[in-house]
Structures are given as structure tokens and as C-alpha cells.
Nanobody, 127 residues
Framework: QVQLVESGGGLVQAGGSLRLSCAASGRSFSSAAMGWFRQAPGKEREFVAAISRSGGNTAYSDSVKGRFTISRDYAKNTVYLQMNSLKPEDTAVYYC????????????????????WGKGTLVTVSS
């Protein structure tokens, strides 16, 4: 049973920073490509950032490129999302996701390509 548990969300002023964490358990972390997605009220879930099994490849949505950084720590079975220069439009529930059916260097940006999801953590950015 794969479990993904997000943490680190909260309320922050525009221009501030937050770091989200996603702790994974239940299967070999190094075998999973990981990603962050978000869903704002009344909107569909959208891609934010992804990282390959190898950790060597990453991808970002245009809306967060240059402000957010995804990384992973294999010793801690954790993936992070460092969010800087936050904007009110970044307000959303942020979800961590994983898939184990992917090549070593691939990143997955389509939520349909993910097999496991956390319950989400709320990020609210005030103006």
C-alpha cells in the first residue's frame, strides 16, 4: 500500500515562500516518478512540477517556472516543492502524486499518468 503524506501548507503573504514536503511509504521510493499538482476552488486539477525517478529530470508549468523548485531526498523518501515569490493565484490545494510504471528518466506531467495521490495540503496566498 503506497502512502503519500503532504505537509507544509499554510497562509503566506504575496511574495513569501513555503516549502511543501511529501513523505512516501509502502514501495521503493527510488522506483517512483513524482509530481506536484494543484487544484484551486472551481478549477480542474493542474500540473505544477515533476521529477523523474533518477532525480535528474524535472519539469514545471509555465505559471511556476522560475519560482518553484522540485527536489527529492532518497534517504528520507521525501519529495519537496520549494515555492518562492508566491502570488495570490497560487492559492490551491497542492497534491503529491507518484507512479511506478515509468522509465528511469521520464517525467509525468499529466495527472492521468499518476497512480497514487496524497490527500493534499492547502496553500493560501494573501494579497
Amino acid at each position: 500500500q503506497v502512502q503519500l503524506v503532504e505537509s507544509g501548507g499554510g497562509l503566506v503573504q504575496a511574495g513569501g515562500s513555503l516549502r511543501l514536503s511529501c513523505a512516501a511509504s509502502g514501495r521503493s521510493f527510488s522506483s517512483a516518478a513524482m509530481g506536484w499538482f494543484r487544484q484551486a476552488p472551481g478549477k480542474e486539477r493542474e500540473f505544477v512540477a515533476a521529477i523523474s525517478r533518477s532525480g535528474g529530470n524535472t519539469a514545471y508549468s509555465d505559471s511556476v517556472k522560475g519560482r518553484f523548485t522540485i527536489s527529492r531526498d532518497y534517504a528520507k523518501n521525501t519529495v519537496y516543492l520549494q515555492m518562492n515569490s508566491l502570488k495570490p493565484e497560487d492559492t490551491a490545494v497542492y497534491y503529491c502524486a507518484a507512479t511506478f510504471t515509468v522509465g528511469f528518466s521520464r517525467v509525468i506531467v499529466n495527472p492521468d499518468g499518476m497512480d497514487y495521490w496524497g490527500k493534499g495540503t492547502l496553500v493560501t496566498v494573501s494579497s
